[in-house]
């Protein structure tokens, strides 16, 4: 519409005048981020990422088979994929559904090194720590390195184990949300290997974030 008002064919409206001034400042219209996924990037950074998404989406489409590794941050609804992960596992076992859990385990593979999907459950890409950061040689959460606000974190290996089987001893509960802003963005939670008090990380507001 905004182009065939710039040629003079289209009397523009109130609706194409707001549209034009939040494409001018760079800011994602309102009435796009009703349709689509909770994000705080400006518009060029925030089309870019829709591709990104509707091509990952695509790929895994083709063949229906699970990639090697997850974009978890690029699904409309996160939580559906890992609720899934629970559900294939339960009816595989036979497990009841509410005495299950799931798993997390920090890999010292990056997205590259990943050449195939895990036999159950899934390896997920994409995740960034606030607050504190993963260090790969200690196998637990550390505190962040001067400058370094979201460090990415290394392939992360999900899969499905019924309560009774969770080791929480030196776990930090980390919860994980789809955007900075928190809240009403909450995913999940994590239990991430710490040789500190738990209580550390979470004065210090420490989570895992799937889009910065």
Do not use: H
């Not at 710039?6 to 349709?35: C, F, H």
């Not at 309560?163 to 995913?187: A, F, H, I, W």
């Not at 290997?193 to 889009?211: N, P």
């Amino acid at each position: 519409m905004l182009e065939l008002y710039s040629k003079g064919e289209l009397t523009i409206n109130a609706e194409m005048e707001d549209l034009q001034n939040y494409i001018m400042m760079d800011a994602v219209p309102p009435s796009w981020t009703k349709r689509a996924c909770p994000s705080e990037l400006g518009l060029n950074s925030w089309f870019t990422d829709m591709l990104y998404r509707i091509n990952e989406l695509s790929n895994w489409t083709a063949d229906f088979n699970l990639p090697s590794s997850v974009w978890l941050g690029g699904f409309f609804n996160p939580q559906s994929f890992l609720t899934a992960i629970m559900q294939q596992t339960a009816r595989k076992n036979e497990w009841p559904l509410d005495k299950m859990c799931l798993y997390c385990e920090v890999l010292r593979k990056t997205k590259e090194e990943i050449t195939s999907a895990p036999r159950e459950g899934a390896y997920i890409n994409g995740l960034y720590m606030e607050g504190a950061r993963w260090d790969v040689q200690t196998g637990c959460i550390m505190d962040s390195r001067f400058k370094e606000l979201f460090p990415l974190l290394p392939i992360m290996y999900i899969r499905a184990i019924t309560q009774d089987k969770q080791d929480l001893k030196n776990m930090y509960e980390c919860p994980v949300y789809k955007t900075r802003s928190r809240g009403p963005t909450y995913v999940w939670t994590f239990n991430l290997r710490t040789k500190e008090r738990a209580s550390k990380w979470i004065l210090g507001g420490v989570a895992i974030l799937l889009q910065i």
